[in-house]
């Protein structure tokens, strides 16, 4: 089955526009036209995509055409998802880094308190 027999009842059966299919896969209008049509075979990242919104179950296109170990396409998603995992690892240092420097001004404050407590010549935090 191509994807253009998977995804045209599937286009059918939702209400979503072609003009959101394109805004969600960040393509033209015309070509997620012409790939449901079936005129154009689309690249297999962006068919899982439309095949997702549409609404299919199982979101892998079984095309005529697909792509071969090591394909643009298969690269370029492979390195999609490892920029991706490296976001998201950027992104946990940064809170991590975050943590801890509210951790150091919090030490940093005892400290102060600390100091002041012993310039006044009590010890403590009680005083008579």
């Known amino acids: 089955m191509t994807f253009s027999e998977r995804a045209k009842p599937l286009k059918e059966k939702s209400r979503l526009t ?8 960040n393509i033209s209008e015309s070509m997620v036209s012409r790939y449901i049509n ?6 297999e990242d962006i068919a899982r995509k439309i095949l997702a ?3 299919d179950s199982e ?8 792509p071969a170990h090591g ?6 998603e492979i390195y999609e998802d490892r920029i991706r995992d490296l976001w998201k690892t950027v ?8 943590h801890e420097r509210k951790e ?20 403590g935090w009680y005083r008579n």
């Open 18 to 25: 072609l003009n959101e299919i394109a805004s969600a896969c």
């Open 38 to 43: 079936g005129s154009v075979i689309p690249p």
């Open 53 to 55: 919104l549409l609404g």
């Open 59 to 66: 979101q892998t296109p079984k095309s005529q055409h697909q």
């Open 71 to 76: 394909s643009p396409a298969m690269v370029r």
């Open 91 to 98: 992104d946990e240092m940064k809170a991590q880094i975050r």
């Open 104 to 123: 150091k001004w919090v030490a940093f404050g005892l400290l102060v308190l600390l100091y002041l407590d012993l310039s006044n010549g009590k010890i």
